[in-house]
């Protein structure tokens, strides 16, 4: 058996042809969608994320501000330009740009951008409406990848899941949103005793770890769907997933490639955030 590539690319495409036409209503309406980045310093792969988000936006017809401000900014001064977009109302959504330096608090500006333009889904009220399973802002990646398994036509609802990270960013949230589908959810981490005997009962297994090919063929139940989240640079300068991907490809039915599996959709998810929020001023 060779695993079903799950296409991010191909869906990302498609739910991105959607919004550009749901933009074009908006603007009928007098309303431009518009998203605000931040970007503090010059890290090569922020910089990257941020030029691919720009890219993306701009091709739907977003409004796409970028302030980027040297490493020293201040977080005072940072938390005062999100307040200039909170009162901005020609911005929907606002984003800043993670990691942040060691000497801002990156709690401290996820809670002063308004959670009515917190379009990362990242704010402590968005987070909580997520866990109650209301109408809100959902992270990108999280909701990318659950866009990606209803593309396989698979009914989540009673499926075993195992999700390998608890980052805020992925781990914890994507878990949530599969609970809230109705799947058994089982988180794994680095003081997990014992790692494969838990992955190897997922029916949906998601790799989120930082690790590259860390997760191998034997780990992995046959018949499972893995979604990869990982993009890890190898000396050779290739880029790989925290799966194994051509050994574990033997193995399962459904399978994320990197790049070009959960990468695509959270931008897509991005855009889908900020065309929602103005949708909402209206």
């Given at each position: 058996?060779?695993?079903?590539?799950?296409?991010?690319?191909?869906?990302?495409?498609?739910?991105?042809?959607?919004l550009?036409?749901?933009?074009?209503?908006?603007?009928?309406?007098g309303?431009?969608?518009?998203l605000?980045?931040?970007?503090?310093?010059?890290?090569?792969?922020?910089?990257?994320?941020?030029?691919g988000?720009?890219?993306?936006?701009?091709?739907?017809?977003i409004?796409?501000?970028?302030?980027?401000?040297?490493?020293?900014?201040?977080?005072?001064?940072?938390?005062?330009?999100?307040?200039?977009?909170?009162?901005?109302?020609?911005?929907?959504?606002?984003?800043v740009?993670?990691?942040?330096?060691?000497?801002?608090?990156?709690?401290?500006?996820?809670?002063?951008?308004?959670?009515?333009?917190?379009?990362?889904?990242?704010?402590?009220?968005?987070?909580?409406?997520?866990?109650?399973?209301?109408?809100?802002?959902?992270?990108c990646?999280p909701?990318?990848?659950v866009?990606?398994l209803?593309?396989?036509?698979?009914?989540?609802?009673?499926?075993?899941?195992?999700?390998?990270?608890?980052?805020?960013?992925?781990?914890?949230?994507?878990?949530q949103?599969?609970?809230?589908?109705?799947?058994?959810?089982?988180?794994?981490?680095?003081?997990?005793?014992?790692?494969?005997?838990?992955?190897?009962?997922?029916?949906?297994?998601?790799?989120?770890?930082?690790?590259a090919?860390?997760?191998?063929?034997?780990?992995?139940?046959?018949?499972?769907?893995?979604?990869?989240?990982?993009?890890?640079?190898?000396?050779?300068?290739?880029?790989?997933?925290?799966?194994?991907?051509?050994?574990?490809k033997?193995?399962?039915?459904?399978?994320?490639?990197?790049?070009?599996?959960?990468?695509?959709m959270t931008?897509?998810?991005?855009?889908?955030?900020t065309?929602?929020?103005?949708?909402?001023?209206?």
């Amino acid at each position: 058996m060779t695993a079903t590539i799950i296409d991010g690319k191909e869906t990302a495409k498609e739910k991105r042809g959607q919004l550009a036409k749901e933009v074009e209503e908006l603007k009928k309406q007098g309303v431009t969608p518009g998203l605000a980045v931040i970007l503090i310093g010059d890290d090569p792969a922020s910089l990257s994320y941020v030029r691919g988000k720009k890219k993306a936006a701009e091709a739907m017809g977003i409004r796409f501000q970028l302030d980027h401000f040297d490493a020293s900014f201040s977080e005072q001064e940072l938390l005062e330009v999100i307040d200039q977009y909170n009162n901005n109302d020609d911005f929907h959504g606002i984003l800043v740009q993670l990691p942040l330096p060691d000497h801002i608090s990156e709690q401290a500006v996820i809670e002063r951008i308004s959670p009515d333009k917190d379009v990362d889904g990242f704010h402590p009220l968005n987070v909580g409406k997520m866990l109650l399973g209301e109408d809100t802002f959902l992270p990108c990646t999280p909701a990318g990848i659950v866009e990606l398994l209803r593309k396989t036509g698979i009914d989540l609802s009673g499926k075993e899941v195992v999700v390998v990270g608890r980052s805020n960013i992925v781990g914890k949230p994507v878990g949530q949103l599969l609970l809230n589908e109705n799947a058994t959810v089982t988180y794994c981490h680095s003081r997990t005793a014992d790692l494969t005997a838990h992955t190897k009962k997922a029916d949906i297994l998601i790799v989120a770890v930082g690790k590259a090919n860390f997760i191998k063929a034997d780990q992995i139940k046959d018949g499972a769907v893995v979604i990869d989240v990982g993009v890890n640079r190898l000396e050779t300068g290739k880029l790989a997933g925290d799966v194994a991907f051509d050994e574990a490809k033997e193995k399962a039915s459904y399978i994320t490639p990197v790049p070009g599996g959960v990468g695509p959709m959270t931008i897509t998810m991005l855009a889908h955030n900020t065309v929602k929020s103005a949708k909402r001023s209206i």
